[in-house]
């Protein structure tokens, strides 16, 4: 899979690469760039945003940025799923995660400020997407939140210590979320692991499982 991401603050997604599940298939399974749009600005000293149309507080990327980045990357608007984050976006949710894994190829474009200038939306991007009803300050958490899920997806990403397929959200569990888990000591301060875990009987414990992810999904 190829991601790339436009952003005005590349040095975010440094710490990202050189852990799991990134840092597993880089060069692998995932090929990752992160472009500056100030490095391919068209504006001089670097600009990339300006005051809005109509007024009212803060900035607004510029198209003629947005577009020169994506002009000096693909010579233009690319034939790949583009990926505007942006709190106004689908709400990103396991099913998308499912469906955005089985690209080949991804464009995720962030903002900062008052956003973007709608047109980079409404004509460089096939997609809107939010990681939730709630404004943070720039796009690379939700494009951190994207690549992250998106990734764990790719085959050899995630480590033995880890289990991608019976998890919250997985059809295993019928999209429900995953059971309690427990780890030593059996009893710290009084506080016991349920007795069934400890019976060795895995009949019981799976059907202990279902029954904890079942009444967890329900409330
Ligand atoms: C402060 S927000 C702009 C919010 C915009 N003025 C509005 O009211 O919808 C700046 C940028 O952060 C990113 N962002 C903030 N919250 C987000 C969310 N919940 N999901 C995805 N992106 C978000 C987007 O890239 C957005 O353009």
């Known amino acids: 899979m190829q991601i790339d ?7 975010a997604f440094e710490w990202m690469c050189e852990r799991r599940p990134l840092a597993a298939v880089l060069g692998g399974e995932l090929e990752l ?31 003629d940025v947005a577009a020169a980045a994506f002009d000096a990357v693909y010579g233009g608007i690319p034939e790949r799923r583009v990926i505007a984050l942006t709190p106004q976006g689908r709400q990103l949710n396991q099913t998308l995660v499912e469906e955005l894994a089985s690209e080949e190829s991804l ?6 400020f008052e956003g973007f ?7 460089m991007c096939t997609d809107a997407i939010s990681i939730g009803p709630y404004i943070l300050s720039g796009g690379e958490i939700p494009a951190m939140a994207l ?9 050899g990403a995630l480590g033995s210590e880890e289990s991608g397929l019976i998890e919250s959200f997985s059809e295993e569990l019928d999209g429900g979320l995953e059971y309690p888990q427990y780890t030593r000591p059996a009893e710290f301060r009084g506080w016991k692991v ?23 999904s329900a409330k």
């Open 147 to 155: 690549l992250d899920s998106v990734v764990r997806r790719l085959p």
């Open 107 to 112: 464009t995720l474009v962030s903002s900062r």
């Open 194 to 216: 349920p007795e069934v875990l400890l019976s060795g009987n895995h009949a019981r414990i799976e059907s202990w499982r279902r029954e904890q992810s079942r009444l967890r």
């Open 33 to 63: 760039r992160v472009f500056n749009y100030r490095e391919t600005t068209p504006l001089s000293a670097r600009q990339v945003d300006d005051e809005p149309y109509g007024g009212g507080a803060g900035m607004v990327l510029r198209i």
């Open 5 to 11: 991401i436009f952003t005005l603050v590349p040095s």
């Open 117 to 123: 200038d709608e047109r980079i939306v409404e004509h």
